[in-house]
């Protein structure tokens, strides 16, 4: 590489964010090539630090397998609500995205699967009508296919912005898993990074047949400061971590992000010739297709 070409790609470097970033928790200086190389995990305290939705999809889905459900759904401000398009409007152009969670499908060494991944660069994750929608329409067609449905959470909770819009998604979501899981009889497996707060982890974030998380993740409803006041009284130090929950039962397994992809594989492994039924039984199909007017016009 020429020295002119390798100062135009710093300087393009620079302009996407520059070389360096700092770690949260312990301050350490990182260099970001390298910190993308190890999947975000600081290499001084092995703290995970954020990923975008993008970066997780490389990690886990096989290179040329995957194929996007829904790329161009975007919110129409149902509310007028006070400066939401021009946030959603600037939250698109830093992000490149259209909301806060991609869905699609792909093969994660070589087992198909369903696949959402919330980002939390969007507005913080938060929950809408069209987080709602695309997860809704991810679950009923792993429903139809049979497929093994994994959601990796990373959420601020439900988007005020959208009022009871935002928190009506729970139950949707919610009401396609029963579907899902009790009629079809399909594995879903919830991977909780951090932070999963708010409606997300009220709703489908702790529905998982399996519930994995992420060490030190931040997962709860209510901030901590809102429970002590509430209580009047302090909590432990490791509240709302991923350690906590493991500690009560709430968790099956804390795995770190670069063993994430060989955990899932041998998860799937033993799942994928168990005796499902790959289907909905007859008789709930009029209700799947309810869950939408979007599936009723198309008579999906």
Same mark, same amino acid.
């Given at each position: 590489? +020429? ?18 970033t700092r770690c949260d928790k312990c301050g350490a200086v990182l260099y970001i090539k390298h910190l993308k190389q190890n999947h975000h995990v600081c290499f ?11 970066e997780r999809l490389q990690s886990l889905i096989d290179p040329g397998t995957w194929q996007p459900f829904d790329e161009t759904l975007s919110t129409v401000d149902?509310?007028? $609500? ?11 152009? #830093?992000?490149?995205? !259209? ?13 198909? @699967? ?6 939390? =660069? ?16 991810? @679950? ?7 497929? %093994? ?11 005020? #912005? ?18 899902? !899981?009790? !009629? ?8 909780? %990074? +951090? ?17 994995? *998380?992420?060490? =030190? *993740? ?48 041998? @998860?799937?492994? $033993?799942?994928?010739?168990?005796? %499902? !039924?790959?289907?909905?039984?007859? #008789? $709930?199909?009029? +209700? ?13």
């Amino acid at each position: 590489m +020429s020295i002119l070409s390798w100062l135009e790609k710093t300087s393009q470097e620079q302009e996407e964010g520059g070389l360096w970033t700092r770690c949260d928790k312990c301050g350490a200086v990182l260099y970001i090539k390298h910190l993308k190389q190890n999947h975000h995990v600081c290499f001084s305290c092995h703290s995970h630090l954020q990923m975008t939705s993008r970066e997780r999809l490389q990690s886990l889905i096989d290179p040329g397998t995957w194929q996007p459900f829904d790329e161009t759904l975007s919110t129409v401000d149902p509310l007028n $609500f006070y400066a939401y398009a021009s946030r959603v409007k600037d939250a698109q152009q #830093h992000t490149g995205l !259209q909301d806060s969670v991609i869905t699609g499908t792909g093969l994660l060494e070589g087992i198909p @699967i369903a696949l959402g991944i919330m980002d939390f =660069n969007f507005m913080g994750g938060s929950m809408g009508s069209v987080v709602g929608e695309k997860l809704t329409r991810l @679950i009923e067609y792993a429903t139809y296919e049979g497929l %093994t449905l994994i959601l990796v959470c990373a959420s601020g909770g439900a988007r005020m #912005h959208e009022g009871i819009l935002s928190l009506m998604q729970m139950a949707k979501i919610s009401a396609a898993l029963n579907i899902y !899981q009790n !009629q079809a009889q399909l594995m879903y497996i919830a991977v909780l %990074t +951090s932070p999963t707060t708010g409606g997300v982890t009220a709703s489908f974030a702790m529905l998982g047949d399996l519930i994995l *998380a992420e060490p =030190n *993740a931040l997962i709860g409803f209510a901030g901590r400061r809102v429970i002590e006041q509430t209580l009047q009284e302090k909590l432990p130090d490791n509240f709302q971590t991923a350690e906590y929950l493991l500690e009560h039962g709430l968790l099956d397994l804390i795995i770190s992000r670069e063993f994430f992809k060989p955990a899932l594989f041998e @998860i799937l492994s $033993f799942y994928k010739d168990s005796n %499902t !039924q790959g289907q909905i039984p007859r #008789h $709930f199909i009029q +209700s799947l297709n309810l869950l939408t007017e979007e599936k009723l016009r198309r008579g999906y």
